[in-house]
């Protein structure tokens, strides 16, 4: 015990929760003045709506043990309810509107929870897909979610608060930003508490859990509704802050896919797992293609592109897998022992 | 250690079900044993737990045969038997995890067809597993912690938000846990992950999940498994030293015959999912069907290992 205290005196001399908040000053203060709108649009937007729904799936998948295909269609039904609440109810504040959605999100994630009551692992990954293609299915089918709109994409209306417009690049990416250190602080507070604790229960052994007198069944699908609600609201982040269009194609099962990958590249039930692996997503991509330009020039096209990215990415989580299931958290925490190491010794 | 009963501040009857508060807490049960002799309860004390007829099979396996066990408040009850002889199925049926194709369980009284696993915990039972049954993901705190989940009250908003009565709940349930930790000297691996602990440590985890509740059955499926001799008997002697603490019956299975015999009141032996032997140590040592099917075996080399 003592070698283990002493191995991380540096680290343990700090509170816990000032490395975080260092991070949102820096996040609130330094970037807004810092960044260019391509860094906002194309990097931060989408970083931030993803590490929100993979905080949001991490409740699901990597605490509660329940393993789902459905990430995107809960997306989908928060855009598609915020947009619809907005649209119907006249004078609704955008704070109401992002917690009502996120509550019709919830009420579909029960809905589909409930084959996790007799299913497990991947027979209950399939049956999280009835989510994602119903969800998609229904928003295409039926226009009047989109206003009866010809095209079926519609413009996500504007962000106010009280008044105030979070217009432009850098007011949308305060907007998502608070929304995302609000909800995320929710999150680990639920993590380390007794609820969190009974998802990592139920996930751990469901028979002994059930035998202390862990509710069983209904800690399962609070887990969906929890994890629903975060994305869903990462959903009408996503639209209404990032896209700024409100359209089922972007939620298909390529995004339920990528933000399991979010999780599983970061860190199984780990808060900051889900900013890590979404980070490597989003920027990933980006270097890719700079770095495809750069030595290939003009043979290096969208279609190379794709494939390549689609490779790497494919080899990535396959390295991951063997190599560190854990995720990016495990690698950044033994890379940061080893520095406070080297700096003792030193 | 000096062992206090009721160091925990006496058990709010409200923490169980209502059968069995209408059946009355057992004050006799309840009353400090002190540092009583070993000896059976009294034989005329009406079984805590009977099992009655019980019969249980997995497709052609004939798990359970017919059987009757009767267990007094207050006893250590072993159950023995070879391998494959039915004692974890017992166990599980007692448990509520099987349903039991024939027979039924009384609890306190209270008959079930299959005893409802769900408020097991409620009806103050608490077992652990032949096979490590801990949470992995959780330190050692919360998994004992996680024994007295039955009793949270707050919701998961109360407990976001930190507002009603999750604090203090939260803290009562530390303290305790802390308590039972030190009675089973694991504070030092308080924080420490389950799933990194030594076996014979995650053992003695799970017993401390078990009693946090501060059951009034006990069902302990082979916790010295696996264990040196040594481990042994440190376990039998925390096995002991809980039932007198808590007043907590125990029901063990144990293959051991040393420490079984050592330390239970009464034990039942099973053979191919039958009861061939039922009695006192000394009744069952010397039981001529026990010598066949099972002690012979074992007699040479593990009787003298004594705890
Ligand atoms: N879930 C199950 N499915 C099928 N067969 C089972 C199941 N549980 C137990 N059995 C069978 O029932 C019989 C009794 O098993 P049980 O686990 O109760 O024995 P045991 O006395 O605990 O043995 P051991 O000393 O090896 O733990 C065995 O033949 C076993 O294969
Ligand atoms: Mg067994």
Redesign the interface.
């Known amino acids: ?1 003592s070698a283990i205290a002493t191995q991380l005196s540096p680290a343990a001399a700090l509170p816990k929760w000032l490395a975080p908040l260092l991070l949102i000053a820096f996040a609130y203060v330094v970037i807004p003045l810092i960044g260019n709108s391509y860094l906002f649009e194309a990097i931060l937007l989408p970083f931030l709506a993803l590490s929100l729904a993979g905080v949001g799936l991490n409740i699901l998948t990597g605490y509660a043990g329940q393993v789902s295909l459905g990430s995107a269609a809960f997306m989908a039904a928060g855009a598609f309810a915020a947009y619809n609440f907005s649209l119907r109810i006249e004078g609704l504040p955008l704070v109401a509107s992002i917690i009502l959605s996120g509550l019709v999100a919830a009420a579909i994630g029960i809905v589909f929870g409930l084959p996790s009551l007799r299913l497990k692992g991947f027979y209950l990954a399939v049956s999280t897909l009835a989510a994602q293609f119903f969800v998609q299915w229904a928003l295409t089918k039926f226009s009047w979610f989109s206003n009866d709109s010809a095209s079926g994409v519609i413009d996500a209306p504007k962000l106010s608060i009280a008044g105030f417009e979070f217009d432009g690049a850098v007011g949308r990416y305060l907007f998502a930003l608070t929304v995302v250190v609000v909800l995320t602080f ?1 999150a680990h ?2 993590v380390t ?3 969190g ?2 998802f ?2 139920i ?3 469901d ?10 069944l209904k800690t399962k699908l ?1 887990a969906f509704a ?1 994890s629903s609600f975060i994305i869903g609201v990462a959903g009408v982040i996503w639209a209404f802050a990032y896209l700024r269009t409100v359209e089922p194609a972007g939620f298909d099962l390529d995004r339920s896919f990528q933000i399991l990958f979010i999780i599983i590249i970061g860190g199984l ?1 780990s808060i900051r797992g889900a900013f890590l692996g979404a980070s490597l997503i989003v920027v990933f991509p980006l270097v890719l293609s700079r770095l495809g330009g750069f030595l290939l020039g003009d043979l290096f096209d969208s279609g190379v592109l794709d494939m390549s990215q689609r490779i790497v990415l494919g080899a990535l989580i396959i390295l991951f897998l063997i190599l560190e299931p854990d995720g990016l958290v495990a690698l950044w925490d033994r890379v940061r022992r080893r520095l406070s190491l080297a700096w003792q010794s030193s | 250690m000096p062992i206090s009963n009721h160091a925990f501040g006496a058990i709010e009857a409200s923490v169980y079900a209502p059968e069995v508060f209408a059946q009355g807490l057992p004050a006799a049960q309840r009353q400090a044993h002190g540092d009583r002799p070993r000896q059976p309860a009294a034989e005329d004390a009406a079984p805590l737990l009977a099992l009655e007829g019980i019969g249980l099979s997995f497709g052609g396996v004939v798990a359970l045969a017919d059987v009757d066990l009767s267990v007094r408040p207050g006893e250590i009850r072993a159950i023995i038997g070879p391998n494959g002889a039915g004692k974890s199925s017992l166990i599980n049926v007692i448990s509520g995890v099987y349903r039991a194709d024939r027979g039924h369980v009384r609890l306190y009284g209270a008959r079930y067809a299959q005893v409802p696993t769900q408020r097991l915990a409620r009806l103050g039972v608490a077992r652990t597993f032949q096979n490590l049954a801990l949470f992995k993901g959780l330190s050692v705190l919360d998994n004992v912690t996680s024994g007295l989940a039955y009793r949270t009250r707050s919701n998961f908003a109360g407990q976001i938000l930190g507002i009603g009565r999750t604090r203090r709940e939260q803290q009562e349930q530390r303290g305790r846990a802390d308590q039972v930790l030190e009675f089973l000297h694991l504070t030092d691996v308080r924080d420490r992950l389950a799933g990194t602990l030594p076996y014979g440590l995650q053992k003695r985890a799970e017993l401390a999940r078990a009693l946090v509740a501060e059951p009034r059955l006990l069902l302990l499926d082979e916790p010295m498994a696996g264990m040196t001799a040594g481990e042994k008997s440190e376990m039998a002697a925390y096995v002991r030293a809980a039932r007198d603490r808590f007043a907590t019956t125990v029901v063990l299975i144990e293959h051991d015959v040393g420490v079984v015999m050592g330390l239970s009141d009464r034990i039942a032996v099973l053979d191919y999912g039958r009861k061939i032997a039922d009695g006192t140590p000394e009744e069952v040592r010397n039981d001529q069907r026990v010598i066949d099917a099972y002690l012979g075996v074992a007699s040479g080399n593990e009787e003298g290992a004594d705890i």
Not at chain 1, 207 to 216: D, F, L, M, S
Request: no cysteine; charged share 20%; net charge positive.
């Open positions: 015990m929710l507070r639920l508490s007794q609820t604790r009974n990592i229960a996930r751990d052994n028979t002994a859990a059930r035998i202390i007198g862990i509710p069983v609070l929890i039930a």
